[in-house]
């Protein structure tokens, strides 16, 4: 039996990379990965322990904590030290502070590590801001998601939580430009298009349509790599 595909999501936060990386993992019968709520689940560890501006003990908390992901029936489960936080991490205030986690070098260089892990064997759909270019360099497909600032604002705006109502759609349209500057600037895999990356804009089309498309590019891959679905 051929190989089966390691297929690499990245792009800007609210382009749709998490919604179309777990339809089409299902389509395909693949493992998601979300690795963006890898870093968020760090981002809610440093506010419970109140240590979000004490870099070095974030980085140990993190050594000293286990962090894991389970996917089933079309759902990812966050767990840290065996509790699931899967809520708590899309509040506002972990998304206004998850970027500024991120470029802590050596919190990437673990979750990175395990993310390498979790995909090695292929049959994966991986999500992020730096797969396709750090942590799968060699995948067999890259996409790059990207969308008007204000569409990825609106879509943001309806994930917020019930408890964060009180933030507006131009809170979270200046919270996006910051991570998009903070992401694309830091010196440690800043977001970026893969050279050899297929890019989609989302901003007006739908979320079938863009699995489609993508689909579409994974069938046309694997038949010229000769590997299977």
Known sequence: MSKKMIIAIDGYAGAGKSTTA????????Y???????????????????????????????????TLSL?????????????????????????NSNVSDISVIEEIR???VKKQQEMGANGAVVMEGRDIATTVFPNADLKIFLTASIEQRAIRRL????????KITLNDIRDNL?????????????????????????????????????????????????????
């Open 109 to 111: 260089t673990e979750l």
């Open 70 to 94: 389970q996917y089933a029936n079309g759902v990812t489960t966050v767990f840290l030290n065996d509790i699931d936080i899967t809520d708590k991490i899309r509040s506002a205030e972990v």
């Open 22 to 29: 777990k339809l089409l993992a299902q389509k395909l019968g």
């Open 158 to 165: 309806n994930e917020v939580r019930p408890s964060d109502g």
């Open 177 to 229: 430009l910051k991570r998009d500057d903070i992401d694309s600037h830091r010196e440690i895999s800043p977001l970026r298009k893969a050279d050899d990356a297929t890019e989609i804009d989302t901003s007006s089309i739908t979320i079938d349509e863009q699995v489609e498309i993508i689909y579409n590019k994974v069938k046309e891959t694997a038949a010229k790599k000769g590997l299977s679905l």
């Open 31 to 65: 493992l998601y990965i979300d690795t963006g709520a890898m870093y968020r689940a760090v981002t809610y560890l440093a506010l419970q322990k109140n240590i979000l501006q004490h870099k070095t003990a974030i980085i140990e908390s993190v050594k000293n904590s």
